[in-house]
T-cell receptor
Framework: DAKTTQPPSMDCAEGRAANLPCNHS???????VYWYRQIHSQGPQYIIH???NNETNEMASLIITEDRKSSTLILPHATLRDTAVYYC???????????FGKGTRLHILP | GAVVSQHPSWVICKSGTSVKIECRSL??????MFWYRQFPKQSLMLMAT?????????EQGVEKDKFLINHASLTLSTLTVTSAHPEDSSFYIC???????????FGQGTRLTVV
């Protein structure tokens, strides 16, 4: 079973920041938080990952709470192309099999 | 960057026939690859772990005789859906840990329609 809980869907206005929450209250000390997204009829795409520090790359920022029981993915300026299902994954390393939960379906509104 | 290529992107076949789907790591070696299946409006479901040089490991409830997996080299894994039936129609996706990268990479997916 997936170790994460995410809201099933969210809306965000184009140009605004999209904040996607994820609960992972049973995460263990050596597990990372990964985020992937899946645009319709494509394979998932990696976004970002982190262990305990906040992370930022060209796509997004990842904020992990101090107790590591939850995190938030931030897309700073959402565009229509960000419409996708976003998956929050907990994994020890990239070699682990990935068990997907239901994810959050993000709708970007023009 | 690391790329996983999956072929074909879509296929239509008749009931009772077999279909082979290929998954290649283009610029890195993958001793392990994963195969997923996704039905409409559902999440990806892990079917099996493909291991180079050894037998695949199947998830509970996945028929190993129906979904044949071969990982013949460090860059190629194949999934063969044998004696396909309409209920096997689905989106099949492969993935591989990405070489020196910290994340996994996914193929483009194969949409199988059995008529």
């Amino acid at each position: 079973d997936a170790k994460t809980t995410q809201p099933p869907s969210m809306d965000c206005a184009e140009g605004r920041a999209a904040n996607l929450p994820c609960n992972h209250s049973t995460i263990s000390g050596n597990e990372y938080v990964y985020w992937y997204r899946q645009i319709h009829s494509q394979g998932p795409q990696y976004i970002i990952h982190g262990l305990k520090n906040n992370e930022t790359n060209e796509m997004a920022s990842l904020i992990i709470t101090e107790d590591r029981k939850s995190s938030t993915l931030i897309l700073p300026h959402a565009t229509l192309r960000d419409t996708a299902v976003y998956y929050c994954i907990v994994s020890m390393n990239r070699d682990d099999k990935i068990i997907f939960g239901k994810g959050t379906r993000l709708h970007i509104l023009p | 960057g690391a790329v996983v290529s999956q072929h074909p992107s879509w296929v239509i076949c008749k009931s009772g026939t077999s279909v082979k789907i290929e998954c290649r790591s283009l610029d890195f070696q993958a001793t392990t690859m994963f195969w997923y299946r996704q039905f409409p409006k559902q999440s990806l479901m892990l079917m099996a772990t493909s291991n180079e040089g050894s037998k695949a490991t199947y998830e509970q409830g996945v028929e190993k005789d129906k979904f044949l997996i071969n990982h013949a080299s460090l860059t190629l894994s194949t999934l063969t859906v044998t004696s396909a039936h309409p209920e096997d129609s689905s989106f099949y996706i492969c993935s591989a840990p990405g070489g020196q990268k910290s994340e996994a990479f996914f193929g483009q997916g194969t949409r199988l329609t059995v008529v």
